[in-house]
């Protein structure tokens, strides 16, 4: 029997680079394109001799052409953090506008099951605690958070169409903060963040007053679920992600308890449209897909220090 072929877009990123391994460990083929602008060949250099598996270069914001047959379609390509969608806000909201509209003409073209990493920024700075997929979010539309926000938004927009008007088999994907190995250091987001200031015994920088909340879902946990919806029939959004909560602050004295660090815990002001509440409802999840987190906040913080202090 043939190996089905899957076209990962933004491959060589965090979540991209793991999504990798595990369509490769089960005997997928597998095509990465990534025009390099923040995700990085070094998450991706153990795949080189792996006759599975192909590179290529090339910005998804330019129309796309793949000869083999493809069946499967996932667009991951997109900045993730806000260090990087603030840097590149132009080319943030192409790829969520036009790299999207490009994956999924290729997807059509090959009438291949395509899906889209979209974000829990759809719902911006929540009114509803926690976050259903019913719930339509408070999204600023010209903040600066708005670029990363609002492609998403969009991506999901474009998708639906794609599935009603051309019948095109599609899944949307709502991630949360998602850690682990292969994040980058200077990444800007909390996990990293927190690690790399505790592993040089630098004070770590807490915004506000620590009291916003977040749930962590480590990378290998993320990917099953999303794998587990890839692989489902349903075209309507689902929340991935882990649904247990705690302050910023709190994640804060973890890592340093983790880490054994002398680092002391300083105070900044709150960025622009950060959201204060962040949890995810995944009972859609758990009744669809039979998908729950398993790995612990303290063994998945464990692993990702680790990669960190190498």
């Known amino acids: 029997m043939a190996k089905k072929t899957v076209l990962v877009t933004g491959g060589a990123g965090f979540l991209g680079s793991h999504f990798l391994d595990y369509f490769l460990a089960h005997d997928f083929k597998v095509i990465c394109m990534d025009n390099l602008i923040t995700g990085s060949m070094e998450n991706i250099k153990h795949l080189s001799n792996n006759k599975d598996f192909e590179f290529i270069n090339h910005d998804v914001t330019k129309f796309i052409n793949i000869k083999d047959k493809l069946d499967y379609v996932l667009h991951m390509a997109s900045p993730a953090s806000p260090i990087d969608y603030l840097e590149f806000p132009i080319q943030t909201l192409k790829v969520g506008s036009l790299g999207t509209h490009n994956a999924l003409g290729v997807a059509k073209a090959h009438k291949a099951v395509f899906l889209i990493t979209s974000t829990s920024e759809v719902y911006g700075d ?11 979010g408070n999204v600023n539309p010209i903040g600066p958070r708005g670029v990363y926000d609002e492609a998403k938004r969009f991506s999901e927009s474009i998708t639906m169409a794609y599935h009603r008007t051309h019948n095109l088999d599609t899944k949307i994907v709502r991630i949360f903060n998602t850690y682990g190995p292969r994040m980058r250091m200077k990444d800007g987001r909390v996990v990293p963040a927190f690690i790399s200031q505790a592993l040089k015994n630098e004070d770590i920088t807490v915004f506000g007053d620590g009291s916003q909340t977040r749930s962590f879902c480590y ?74 987190p398993k790995v612990s906040l303290e063994d998945g913080l464990k692993k990702t220090i680790e990669y960190f202090r190498v």
Do not use: C
Not at 126 to 136: A, G, I, K, N, T
Not at 248 to 266: C, E, Q, R, Y
């Open 219 to 292: 990378v290998q946990d993320e990917v099953e679920g999303i794998f587990r919806l890839l692989m489902s029939k349903e075209n309507n959004p689902v929340n991935i992600g882990n649904p247990h909560e705690m302050s910023v602050l709190d994640f804060a004295k973890i890592i340093i308890k983790l880490t054994g660090a002398k680092s002391k815990i300083v105070f900044k002001d709150l960025p622009v449209d950060d959201p204060k509440v962040r949890r995810p409802d995944i009972s859609k999840a758990k009744k669809l897909l039979g998908w729950e």
């Open 126 to 136: 929540p009114l509803v605690h926690p976050q259903r997929e019913d719930y339509w």
